[in-house]
Antibody
């Protein structure tokens, strides 16, 4: 069965960076795209960006442009999200989520990771 | 950016009763709308995609309807395991993917 297993909780100081991993199994990793979504306390889910696991193409939300980097390791079937210059407002649960896309269109997100809590505190 | 608005924010329902959740888009998203169920500490779970198609292994008591800007998720007879937060999400006009603020379904 499809599984997305994320790395464990992190505590970081302001100005530091964090890298969250998302290990995929149960499907052909390179046939899907992977998105990263976060949810800060009391806030709605917020899309950060995505990667085409096949060709490595990425696109980021304007809000996070310059601070977020999404990568993947195809032999390890793992996607990564790195967020730099952390501030207290980045305290949130970060999720990876799988989406199927063809050359013509993309479909819905169908599987999510369990989430990784990142706490930014001095 | 397409803004998704869900109502109500909280819905108090007794087990066995019907729950009706609403989601509105700021512009047409056609039928490119999904519903997710989210319980604390768990991964969100896809319930409905294409506005009305149940995902794999989702019980028939969950149904979705609507198109364009108005959507509804109905749970016909609430079971104890259905108490959770429900989100709608559009995937028609993106990036960015956008989500509603959620409806918490709680026990009355």
């Amino acid at each position: 069965q499809v599984q997305l297993v994320q790395s464990g909780a992190e505590v970081k100081k302001p100005g530091a960076s964090v890298k969250v991993s998302c290990k995929a199994s149960g499907y052909i990793f390179t046939s899907y795209t992977m998105h990263w979504v976060r949810q800060a306390p009391g806030q709605r889910l917020e899309w950060m960006g995505w990667i085409n696991a096949g060709n490595g193409d990425t696109k980021y939300s304007q809000k996070f442009q310059g601070r977020v980097t999404i990568t993947r390791d195809t032999p390890a079937t793992t996607a990564y999200m790195e967020l730099s210059s952390l501030r207290s407002e980045d305290t949130a649960v970060y999720y990876c989520a799988r989406m199927y896309c063809t050359s013509i269109r993309c479909y819905n997100v169908d599987h999510w990771g369990q989430g990784t809590l990142v706490t930014v505190s001095s | 950016e397409v803004v998704m608005t869900q109502s109500p924010a909280t819905l108090s329902v007794s087990p066995g009763e019907r729950a009706t959740l609403s989601c509105r888009a700021s512009q047409s998203v056609s039928s490119n709308l999904a519903w997710y169920q989210h319980k604390p500490g768990q991964a969100p779970r896809l319930l409905i995609y294409g506005a009305s198609t149940r995902a794999t292994d989702i019980p028939a008591r969950f149904s979705g309807s609507g198109s364009g800007t108005e959507f509804t998720l109905t749970i016909s007879s609430l079971q104890s395991e259905d108490f959770a937060v429900y989100y709608c999400q559009q995937y028609n006009n993106w990036p960015p993917l956008t989500f509603g603020g959620g409806t918490k379904v709680e026990i009355k």
